[in-house]
């Protein structure tokens, strides 16, 4: 009878087999024992790293496209999914080359170093935090138009850390994902619809309701002004030297560049139907009284001339 006894392979194994190839071809026993279990460990890791990323990628994109889940939060997914395959080809390696037990290992020197990591990277977690904050609450995604602080741009990359958004004028913003996310964002596309304002200023002796037509008329004329909110003109201001008529028109799937554009083209009529009209936008106007020194001496001067 045959007793059949299960055994399981010693992590050691391999590394021993390594340096005993490397001393049979002259490499002293010193150097050859650390050398082996290095070669064993980049080895292991190179095979279980492009192992992972061959079967786990393919099956991360399958499941994200089933989701139907956008760019927005498809990349930090994979950061993510990479990150973890990294994780497990150390581990393995370092246990196949005998270094010991990983998380062992990583749990003693973690629980050393989180004090000081924890000075060190406030800024840093602060952001990947925002960074989570943004993911999840999605405030606003690539390819929006967003507005902060004074600044305003597209934005093309949303990572852990920070954002970047591209101005108006082609610079390229990095911008802290704590900043975006402590402050105020306005975000004019987040909608399928945006409204736009813009006062008209005419003279006081015009006819307001001439140029409320005019308004109207033209908003409806316009192909990208959309009927449904309908156009409206409200009696805003009585200025120093015009009345103003705010304008308020809506507009759908707006972006920065149509929303510009829509406004320039329809203010153009506007101005052109005043112009035939004979409706006028008057400049502003002052009036400026009283004389100076010189004014006062020289008509005291020509009162004595005349009394003599």
Excluded: C
Aim: proline share 5%.
């Amino acid at each position: 009878m045959f007793l059949l006894q299960q055994t399981t392979p010693d992590p050691t194994e391999a590394p021993a087999a390594v340096a005993n190839f490397l001393t049979e071809l002259g490499v002293p026993a010193s150097i050859a024992n650390p050398l082996g279990a290095v070669v064993i460990f980049f080895v292991v890791f190179i095979a279980v790293y492009l192992l992972g990323r061959l079967l786990v990628r393919p099956f991360t994109d399958r499941l994200l496209n089933r989701r139907d889940l956008d760019a927005h939060a498809k990349r930090p997914i994979k950061k993510l999914v990479g990150g973890v395959v990294v994780f497990i080809a150390i581990a393995v390696a370092f246990g196949l080359a005998g270094f010991g037990n990983f998380l062992q290992s990583l749990a003693t020197i973690a629980a050393a170093a989180t004090l000081a990591i924890g000075f060190a990277m406030q800024d840093v977690l602060a952001n990947f935090v925002a960074g989570l904050f943004i993911y999840t609450d999605k405030p606003f995604r690539i390819g929006d138009w967003i507005e902060w602080d004074g600044n305003r741009g597209i934005v093309e990359d949303i990572s852990l850390r920070v954002t970047r958004v591209r101005t108006f004028d082609n610079e390229l913003l990095t911008v802290p994902n704590s900043q975006l996310t402590d402050g105020v964002i306005k975000n004019p596309v987040a909608k399928d619809k945006l409204r736009l304002k813009f006062v008209f200023g005419i003279d006081y002796e015009d006819d307001i309701d001439k140029a409320t037509e005019i308004i109207i008329d033209e908003a409806e004329k316009h192909p990208e002004i959309l009927d449904d909110p309908e156009p409206s003109v409200r009696l805003t201001e009585l200025a120093d030297s015009y009345v103003g008529l705010q304008s308020r028109i809506w507009i759908s799937q707006p972006s920065r560049a149509d929303f510009v554009r829509t406004r320039g083209e329809y203010v153009t009529k506007v101005k052109q139907a005043f112009d035939d009209a004979g409706i006028s936008i008057p400049y502003p106007q002052r009036v400026v009284s009283g004389r100076g020194k010189a004014a006062d001496a020289l008509a005291t001067r020509q009162l004595v001339e005349s009394d003599d």
